[in-house]
T-cell receptor, first 114, second 111 residues
C-alpha cells in the first residue's frame, strides 16, 4: 500500500517555465489537497478537491491551477513559474467518511525557481 | 484576524523528560484541533486530535489539552525519546474539509 505518492520529488525551473506536480493516492480517498511549506510559514493550503471533477481555492491559490480528472490523482500546475513559488509542496488526502482530520501526506516535492 | 500560532519556534528537552508544546488560536468558532509531527524530509504525520467539547485527550505517551477560555492548545509528550525530535504543528478546523496549520515548533531531544 503506497499511500500518497508525489512526483517529481525535486525540480529546478527557470522563471516563466511551466510544470505539473502529480499526486496519486491508492486509498480511495475523496478529499485531496495541495499545500506549500515555507520556512516560518507552516503549511498553507493552495487548492483542494472534495471529489472527482471538483476543485476549490485555498488560502494561496494565485499562480497555480489544479485538476482532478480521476479520483486517485490530483495535479498541481504552475503555468509561469516565479521565484516566489520556490517551496516544498505537499499533497494530502483523507476519506470523506472518516470524521477526523487525519490527513495522509506525501513525502513532498521540492521546487526551486531561479 | 483568524490565526493559529505557536508561542515558541524551538524547544530543547533532555531525553527522558516531559515536553510541552503550546499553540494559540484566535477563532472561538474552531471546533476541532489536531497535532501533527513532521520529521526531517518527510510529510507531516497525524499524532492526536481533540474536539471542542473535550478539554483533554490522551494517546500513547501524548496528551492534548484544550483550554477554550483562553483559546489555547498544548501537546504534552511524556518521557521523550530521540525519535521525538521533529517539528510539531497544531491545526484547527471549522469546516470539515479544510485545516489551517500553525507555523510549527521544532523539538530537539538532548541525549
Amino acid at each position: 500500500n503506497a499511500g500518497v505518492t508525489q512526483t517529481p520529488k525535486f525540480r529546478v525551473l527557470k522563471t516563466g517555465q511551466s510544470m505539473t506536480l502529480l499526486c496519486a493516492q491508492d486509498m480511495n480517498h475523496e478529499y485531496m489537497y495541495w499545500y506549500r511549506q515555507d520556512p516560518g510559514m507552516g503549511l498553507r493550503l493552495i487548492h483542494y478537491s472534495v471529489g472527482e471533477g471538483t476543485t476549490a481555492k485555498g488560502e494561496v491559490p494565485d499562480g497555480y491551477n489544479v485538476s482532478r480528472l480521476k479520483k486517485q490523482n490530483f495535479l498541481l500546475g504552475l503555468e509561469s513559474a516565479a521565484p516566489s513559488q520556490t517551496s516544498v509542496y505537499f499533497c494530502a488526502s483523507i476519506s470523506r467518511g472518516k470524521n477526523t482530520g487525519e490527513l495522509f501526506f506525501g513525502e513532498g516535492s521540492r521546487l526551486t525557481v531561479l | 484576524g483568524e490565526s493559529v500560532g505557536l508561542h515558541l519556534p524551538t524547544l530543547s528537552v533532555q531525553e527522558g523528560d516531559n515536553s510541552i508544546i503550546n499553540c494559540a488560536y484566535s477563532n472561538s468558532a474552531s471546533d476541532y484541533f489536531i497535532w501533527y509531527k513532521q520529521e526531517s524530509g518527510k510529510g507531516p504525520q497525524f499524532i492526536i486530535d481533540i474536539r471542542s467539547n473535550m478539554d483533554k485527550r490522551q494517546g500513547q505517551r501524548v496528551t492534548v489539552l484544550l483550554n477554550k477560555t483562553v483559546k489555547h492548545l498544548s501537546l504534552q509528550i511524556a518521557a521523550t525519546q530521540p525519535g521525538d525530535s521533529a517539528v510539531y504543528f497544531c491545526a484547527e478546523s471549522r469546516i470539515r474539509e479544510k485545516l489551517t496549520f500553525g507555523t510549527g515548533t521544532r523539538l530537539t531531544i538532548i541525549p
